[in-house]
Each structure stands twice: as structure tokens, then as C-alpha cells.
């Protein structure tokens, strides 16, 4: 066997090891068996570079390598398709970026040495040392992705799909111009060292320069691309961090409505009495029922179907209904909150108030009024608190779902507590049922179910 191979299954190997541990960090358990995914991998490789014996340009050959890297990682994990996608392009740019980064400056030192030992003669590399250099490269790009796996959190962790889509088809933009440069220098074109002068066609400062500058163009396309992903990550934050303070703004101001609605109640209650008594003296009996109406609804009572057992639950829910009826939007609520329950109570006004607000827009673009309704159900079910909704929408599958910043906080929430969630759509309803566990016990959920 080959001394350049052997070196290349080495750090290949390393390198395959490295990957698999960054994913199984930031993506969810495999769907292949762990040995058949290593096993594909040094397919792939083996086959994209097989290619060079056909004589296949090498822009082609990155090209095919890429999409048939992304497409193992959508066989192979289990979690979203574009977080697995970009997961996928990450590691993509990693690998392209640092390798290339090592490939030219290996090259650079090999180059240096080789020409002193021989005296200022060798002006080329022997096939086997491009061979090593090659795979010495992949040595470089198993510390980088080992340092990056720890400091990716936050890039990485569940995101919408949009802004998956926006930061992947940057990356490969970047990608493919560093797979163009590298298909130029493929292809024999070089930056020259001294253009008109004496140097002009030495091969060998031609090549010193132009693994240079390859190294100084990787460079600053990863620097380009950190860069990118780095702040659109800073942003998503910023807009989730906005999204939460405007919830908890809506929040308190609900319950402070409402108290001060009581507020006022209570310090009219004498004249109230007094009016109702006068009502009854007369028997005007229609009239003081719609005197106590008008009570009711100036301090939010009378709503059974929203005495969940959660004062901030109420107040919200009683929010959410008096939107629905200015919309024309039937309601049905049956909410009940356990007493002791370990989901934090502006962690349930985050899960129900988006979910409602999702609801009544989409039952608000209905025209049918069979399909503008919205039904919300919540009990105990054993140790674990089920939540089910269903709405009317114009939805057809589950794969039309827009997941927007309120979608994603609802994931969040529920992942927070370890809880589960389902989704459906049929006949143009839509239903979603959440499980949380009650208890901070470690409640097995596949048990409960």
C-alpha cells in the first residue's frame, strides 16, 4: 500500500471521528446505524476522488462531494431537514476552508525545503509528498472542528427554517468561489511573481505566490463566512430577546388591566348595589340583568370557560376570546391547570397566548365560518399536562407551516420541560397536542403516553 495513502486513511479516519462526535452534539440520534454512516462517508470520498483518474474537472468533483455529503446527513439524522442541511454546510465550509488553508501552506513549506535541499533545483513537488501534504491538511481541520464544536452552541441550536435557508445559501455561495479558485489552480492558472520582469516564468516563485494567495483568499472567506453566521445569530437573539420582552410587556399589562378593572368594581360596588336594589324594588327585572351584564363583563366575570385555576391563564384567555369574538371566531375553551404544576406561569402564557394568536389569524383568513373556529382543551392526564387545540386553516399539510419567531418560542417551551409535541393537519383543520411532564422528576414520557 501506498505511503501517501495509508497517511490519508489515517488523518481521514481522525477526521471522520471528530465529525461524528460534532453532530451527535447538535443533532439528534442517528437513523442509520453509526458503523454504515462512517462506511458511507469514505465512500463518498473514495468515489469523488476516484474521479480524478477519469480526468473529471475538479469544480465537478467538489460540487458532487458537497451534495452528496448534505444528502447523507438527511439520511442519516434524525432531526429537521434544514438544521441537518446546515449542520451539513458548516462542516462543508470547515473542511473546504481549512484544508485548503493547509493544503496551500504545506505546500508553501514543502516547496521551501525541498528547493534548499536540492540547491535551488526542484521547482516541483513528487506526486506521493502532494499525496501526504493532502492528507496532512485534514489535520489542521480536526482541531478547528474540535475547537468550534464547543463554541457553536448558540449558532447552533433550533432556529426557523428561514433563517437556516438565508445563512446556508451564503455558505455555499462562499464555498463555491473558494472551489473556483481552487479549480483555477487546478487547471494551471498561477499568480506570477514578477509580471514583466526577469522572474516572470519561474514555476517555482509562481507557485510560492500562488499557494499564497490561495491562502490569503481561504482566509478571508472564512473569515467572511464566520463573520456572516456569527451576526445573523446575533440578530436571531436580539429579535428572540424582543419577542420575550414584548410578551412579558403583554403579559403584565393584562393582569394589571384586569386588576384595575376589579379595582374599579370594587370601589363602585356601593353604587351598584344600590342601583340593583332600586331595580328590583321596581321589578325592572330585564334591566337589572342587563345591569349585571354589564358588570360582568367590565370585570372580566363570568367567563366558566376560562377559570383555569391560573389567574395570568385567565386574564390572557379572556384576551385572546374577546379577539376571537370582534373576529367573528367561535371559541370553546376548557383549561385546567393543575395546582402544582412545574411549568413556570409565564412559560404557560408564552405557550398558550402564541399558540391562540397563530390560531385566530388563521381562522381570521377563512371565509367559510365552518372553518373559524378555535378550540382549545387542557387537563391533567396522569403526571403530565395535555394541551390540544384545533383550528380552521387554509393549510393543506403540515409541511406548509410557516414556523415563525411565536412557533419557535412554543417549541422552545415545551422542549425546556421536556415535553413532547405532535402536529396535524386534515381537512382543513389544524391540531397540535403538547405533553409536558407536571413533576421536575424525571418523568419517563414514553410511559405516560
Known amino acids: 500500500m501506498r505511503a501517501d495513502l ?39 470520498e473514495a468515489g469523488v476522488n476516484f474521479d480524478r483518474a477519469l480526468a473529471a474537472p475538479y469544480i465537478l468533483r467538489a460540487m458532487i462531494s458537497h451534495i452528496l455529503f448534505v444528502g447523507l446527513f438527511l ?72 475547537c468550534l464544536r464547543k463554541r457553536l452552541a448558540s449558532v447552533l441550536e433550533s432556529k426557523i427554517r428561514s433563517w437556516y435557508l438565508m445563512t446556508t445559501a451564503f455558505l455555499m455561495g462562499i464555498v463555491a468561489i473558494v ?45 467572511m463566512a464566520g463573520g456572516f453566521v456569527f451576526f445573523m445569530n446575533k440578530v436571531y437573539i436580539e429579535q428572540r430577546q424582543k419577542e420575550q420582552y414584548n410578551a412579558q410587556i403583554e403579559f403584565w399589562q393584562m393582569l394589571n388591566e384586569q386588576h384595575i378593572q376589579m379595582e374599579r368594581l370594587r370601589h363602585d360596588m356601593k353604587n351598584h348595589v344600590l342601583a340593583l336594589y332600586g331595580l328590583w324594588e321596581k321589578k325592572e327585572f330585564d334591566k337589572a340583568g342587563s345591569y349585571l351584564q354589564k358588570m360582568m363583563e ?17 386574564a390572557l384567555l379572556y384576551n385572546k376570546r374577546k379577539k376571537a369574538a370582534e373576529l367573528s371566531i367561535r371559541w370553546m375553551a376548557d383549561i385546567q391547570i ?32 365552518k372553518y373559524r373556529f378555535v378550540e382549545i382543551q387542557s387537563q391533567q392526564v396522569k403526571r403530565c399536562l395535555l394541551l390540544v387545540m384545533k383550528n380552521g386553516t387554509a393549510l393543506k399539510d403540515t409541511k406548509e407551516i410557516r414556523q415563525g419567531i411565536g412557533f419557535f418560542n412554543v417549541y422552545e417551551t415545551i422542549r425546556k420541560y421536556d415535553g413532547t409535541v405532535s402536529i396535524k393537519v386534515e381537512n382543513q383543520v389544524f391540531e397540535i397536542s403538547v405533553l409536558i411532564p407536571l413533576h421536575d422528576n424525571g418523568y419517563n414520557m414514553k410511559k405516560t403516553v
Open 6 to 44: 495509508i497517511v490519508f486513511l489515517f488523518f481521514y479516519i481522525g477526521y471522520i471521528l471528530s465529525l461524528c462526535k460534532f453532530c451527535e452534539r447538535y443533532l439528534k440520534g442517528f437513523q442509520i446505524n453509526k458503523k454504515i454512516f462512517i462506511i458511507l462517508l469514505l465512500v463518498v
Open 179 to 223: 472551489d473556483i479558485v481552487n479549480w483555477g489552480a487546478s487547471n494551471g492558472i498561477m499568480v506570477v511573481s514578477n509580471a514583466g520582469g526577469a522572474a516572470y516564468g519561474d514555476v517555482y516563485y509562481n507557485q510560492i505566490f500562488s499557494h499564497i494567495s490561495i491562502c490569503l483568499l481561504t482566509a478571508l472567506a472564512a473569515c
Open 338 to 369: 393543575p395546582e402544582k404544576c412545574a411549568v413556570d406561569e409565564f412559560d404557560l402564557c408564552v405557550l398558550f397566548g402564541n399558540l391562540l394568536d397563530n390560531a385566530i389569524k388563521a381562522c381570521a383568513e377563512m371565509a367559510d365560518e
Open 75 to 146: 439520511i442519516a439524522f434524525s432531526d429537521d431537514a434544514m438544521k441537518k442541511v446546515f449542520v451539513a454546510m458548516i462542516i462543508v465550509a470547515i473542511k473546504t476552508f481549512v484544508w485548503n488553508f493547509g493544503c496551500s501552506f504545506f505546500s508553501c513549506l514543502a516547496l521551501v525545503g525541498s528547493n534548499l535541499f536540492a540547491d535551488g533545483q526542484a521547482a516541483y513537488m513528487a506526486p506521493w509528498l502532494e499525496g501526504i501534504i493532502g492528507a496532512a491538511a485534514y489535520f489542521p481541520v480536526i482541531l478547528v472542528q474540535n
Open 298 to 314: 367590565k370585570g372580566n366575570i363570568g367567563c366558566e370557560d376560562e377559570l383555569t385555576g391560573n389567574q395570568a391563564v385567565d
